[in-house]
């Protein structure tokens, strides 16, 4: 050992993390030193890591990560509980509530009637997420502020009519029942909080907002506008969700202590560790670049933002834990009940990052901590985010099989575990066989919003008993990066106790002109 990491990590030599790396453009001389300050000179004991990026940062020049190897080991600490509940930001427990508790009328519209839906933001999943309405409603509207993409999605829907700015939209077009958001992070909790202000049921895409206070006013707004509402977290409605609630509470696992979650996003799908671009070239003719930005901090346009290249820039995206982590944790945090954590801390590349970068975007690679409090008769939760090829270790239960190439999550109980909801060991699978059926299955996560649109049960990853507290804490994880501190929670308050750099990241200022 030669020192302390962050997070307090040791730091070990380990000459096998060395091989393989390889940078070069004069751009990214210091991402290779923020990278082997992660991997390259130390070991972070307990978990292996394995790293094989071929990216392109726009603008400033290639890197390449061959192969590393290493391990990662974390610590913990025991803090006070706090009570949840008090907070007013309460957890679905069960997939279904009625719609009748949300407030919702049933019969408006009735059953037997099409809904008229409008679709912000169409270029990537919003095309799909309006197709997947289309199939039994009626599209009336198309927005988005990238002409290419409101005129190819629209070609497909003749009788709707098309904007760029959501704003005109919504006050001139009075027959729109729903809306369908998939524009970028920073934009989702604007559009959403009109469109709830105007009494419709809006379906958002994950994260539901881009920062935690966001999440907490957007629950509120909707329990007031009494409208059906879903975040675009579609494994929620799977069965496999369902499968993982079910084997927690008849005690299949035991009690849980530790979920591990994980993502293999590589960044020439986020971009991210890298600063901004300094050339400044003209904004297309078919681009809206002051609506693109919204609240977010005026700068100019760059093709490094749009389309598709946003997720990683901390004023537009929310990094790999906000593009993923509401995916990942949503079955967790419904079959665990988990509410707000005591404690949250991170370890990243962004340790020895220098400030134009750390500021600009999300690490490469990050390890992110959460400890959620004791309630009931479950004891406190360790939960750990790995992005960047980070990985937890591999249950000895699964031999050499590599279940890391993608994104998953462990549930580690005193019995046994569940990787996604395949129970484990195998002798303890074969001995339960399938859980006991607690929970309704779905009929889809579009059709559970739909359905909820016309009165039906309100819809599983709804805003105000799940989407909103899971986004909120999943985007606590994004302070803690930042900061580069072990922050604690005070539940009732909202706020972090030992850190006013945290608290600002909370509710970040809107550009002049926006507001929720």
């Keep these: 050992m030669v020192g302390i990491g962050p997070c307090g990590y040791p730091i070990v030599e380990s000459a096998e993390m060395r091989r393989g790396v390889r940078f070069w453009g004069a751009g990214e001389r210091y991402l290779g030193s923020q990278l082997r300050n992660l ?7 307990s978990f292996r890591v394995r790293i094989i990026y071929n ?12 192969q590393l190897g290493g391990s990662i080991m974390g610590k913990t600490g025991r803090f006070s509980r706090r009570d949840f509940l008090a907070a007013g930001t309460g957890v679905a427990v069960a997939t279904y509530v009625s719609a009748r508790a949300l407030g919702l009328e049933p019969g408006q519209p009735s059953a037997n009637n099409k809904l008229n839906v409008a679709a912000v933001g169409v270029g990537g999943m919003g095309k799909h997420d309006i197709a997947q309405a289309a199939r039994t409603e009626n599209v009336v509207a198309i927005c988005d502020v990238d002409r290419r993409f409101a005129e190819q999605t629209a070609a497909q829907y003749p009788n709707a009519r098309v904007y760029v700015d959501f704003r005109k939209m919504l006050e001139e077009q009075k027959d729109i029942d729903a809306v369908m958001i998939a524009t970028p992070d920073h934009t989702h909790a604007v559009i959403t909080a009109m469109a709830l202000k105007l009494g419709k049921h809006v379906f958002c895409q994950k994260p539901l907002t881009h920062s935690v206070s966001e999440a907490l006013k957007i629950r509120e707004l909707a329990a007031q506008a009494k409208t059906a509402t879903q975040m675009g977290n579609q494994g929620q409605a799977s069965e496999a969700a369902r499968r993982i609630c079910e084997y927690i509470w008849s005690g299949a696992i035991g009690k849980v202590r530790e979920i591990h979650s994980w993502s293999n996003r590589r960044p020439d799908i986020s971009p991210r560790g890298i600063p901004r671009p300094k050339d400044t070239p003209p904004v297309p003719d078919y681009l809206n670049w002051d609506l693109w930005l919204g609240p977010a901090p005026e700068r100019p346009y760059h093709p490094a933002y749009h389309p598709f290249a946003w997720r990683g820039w901390w004023d537009f995206g929310t990094g790999v834990l906000g593009d993923i982590g509401c995916h990942n944790l949503s079955a967790a945090f419904k079959a665990l009940k988990l509410q707000w954590p005591i404690s949250v801390e991170a370890c990243s590349t962004h ?8 500021k600009e975007t999300a690490p490469l690679a990050s390890i992110v901590t959460y400890v959620f409090p004791a309630e009931g008769d479950r004891p406190e939760i360790t939960l750990r985010w790995y992005d960047g090829g980070m990985m937890p270790p591999i249950p000895k239960e699964l031999g050499d099989r590599n279940i890391f190439d993608g994104d998953g999550t462990l549930i580690v109980g005193d019995k046994g575990m569940l990787w996604g909801d395949r129970l484990l060991p195998e002798s303890l699978a074969q001995e ?10 779905s009929p889809g996560h579009y059709e559970e919003w739909i359905a909820a649109c016309k009165g039906g049960p309100a819809a599983g990853s709804n805003f105000v008993d799940h989407a909103a507290h899971l986004a909120a804490v999943v985007l606590m994880g994004n302070i803690a990066i930042r900061t580069q501190k072990k922050l604690f929670w005070d ?7 030992n850190s006013e750099e945290a608290n600002a990241l909370l509710d970040p200022p809107y550009r002049n002109g926006w507001s929720l």
Excluded: C, H, N
């Excluded at 991997?39 to 004991?45: C, I, N, P």
């Excluded at 340790?351 to 750390?358: G, L, N, Q, V, Y």
């Excluded at 339960?432 to 299955?441: A, C, H, N, T, V």
């Design 351 to 358: 340790w020895s990052a220098p400030p134009e970068i750390t």
């Design 39 to 45: 991997a390259g000179r130390y070991t972070l004991l």
């Design 491 to 497: 539940a009732e308050k909202l706020r972090f106790t």
């Design 432 to 441: 339960i066989g399938d859980p006991p059926k607690m929970l309704p299955r």
């Design 55 to 66: 990216a392109v940062a726009t603008g400033i020049g290639q890197f390449w990560v061959t």
